[in-house]
C-alpha cells in the first residue's frame, strides 16, 4: 500500500511528489507492484537478487571523451562479481549551494530558495554499464557527474547494481536521449517495463559508500 507524499527540491526550489510504501526491500525477495486506476489495472515485478558490488577507487578525472563530447568527471574501478550478468550505475551523495549550477541540461536553473545554505542532493549516473563479455573482470568506468563542485566539495561515490528490467529501461532512456542530440542516430523508443504504461518497477543494491574530495575547481 502506497501513500501519496512529497519531498522539497531545494535545487528547483518546489515540492516533488511521490508515492511511499512502508516495507524495508530485503535481499533475496520478490516484490509485486499492482496499480489500479481508471478502471485499468497495471502488474510488475521484481526481485532483489543482484549481487553487492565493492568500489576498488575513485578518481578524478579532468577530461573524457563519449558520444556526448568531452567531459569532466569521475572514474570509478570495481571488480565485476563473476558469474551473472551485472548493471551498474553510478550514484553520488553531496552538498551543494545556489553557487553550484546543474552542469548539463538545467544549466540556468539557479536556486533561489536556500539563502546560500548548503543542501543535500543525489546524482545518478546517466549511463548504465554491463559486465557483458568482461564478465568477472576489473572495470574502469569514466563517470560526468550532474553538478557543478568546488575544490574541497566532499561527497559520498556508491554504485548501484541494477536488476535486468530496470537497466534495460534506464539504457533506453540514455539512447533516447543520444538521438535527440546527434541527427545521426537512430531515433529510438524508451523501452517500458510496465505492460500498458511507461516506466519501470525495479530494484538496485547499493555498494558501501567511498569518500570522495574534489581536488580542485570545475576546469
Not at 571523451?65 to 558469474?83: K, M, N, R, S, W
Not at 538545467?106 to 539563502?115: A, E, F, I, Q, Y
Not at 534495460?168 to 535527440?180: A, H, M, T
Amino acid at each position: 500500500t502506497l501513500m501519496a507524499d512529497s519531498v522539497f527540491d531545494a535545487f528547483r526550489c518546489r515540492w516533488a511528489p511521490f508515492y511511499q510504501g512502508g516495507a524495508v526491500a530485503q535481499q533475496g525477495e520478490q516484490y509485486d507492484l499492482t496499480v489500479d486506476y481508471k478502471g485499468k489495472t497495471y502488474k510488475a515485478s521484481t526481485k532483489i537478487d543482484q549481487a553487492k558490488v565493492d568500489i576498488l577507487s575513485v578518481e578524478y578525472t579532468e577530461e573524457f571523451f563519449d558520444v556526448y563530447g568531452g567531459h569532466d568527471g569521475v572514474t570509478i574501478q570495481l571488480q565485476d562479481v563473476a558469474g551473472a550478468v551485472n548493471h551498474y550505475r553510478f550514484q553520488m551523495n553531496r552538498m551543494i549551494d545556489n553557487e553550484r549550477l546543474h552542469a548539463h541540461t538545467l544549466g540556468d536553473v539557479r536556486s533561489d530558495c536556500t539563502n546560500g545554505q548548503m543542501y543535500p542532493i543525489t546524482d545518478l549516473g546517466r549511463t548504465v554499464f554491463s559486465d557483458k563479455n568482461i564478465d568477472g573482470q576489473l572495470m574502469t568506468m569514466p563517470v560526468e557527474v550532474s553538478f557543478e563542485y568546488k575544490k574541497g566539495d566532499t561527497t559520498w561515490v556508491f554504485m548501484q547494481s541494477l536488476d535486468a528490467r530496470a537497466a534495460k529501461f534506464y539504457e533506453s532512456v540514455d539512447r533516447q536521449l543520444e538521438s535527440i542530440f546527434n541527427p545521426f542516430v537512430e531515433p529510438v523508443f524508451i523501452e517500458s517495463q510496465i505492460e500498458g504504461a511507461v516506466g519501470v518497477f525495479g530494484s538496485a543494491v547499493l555498494s558501501d559508500p567511498v569518500l570522495f574530495i574534489y581536488p580542485q575547481d570545475n576546469p
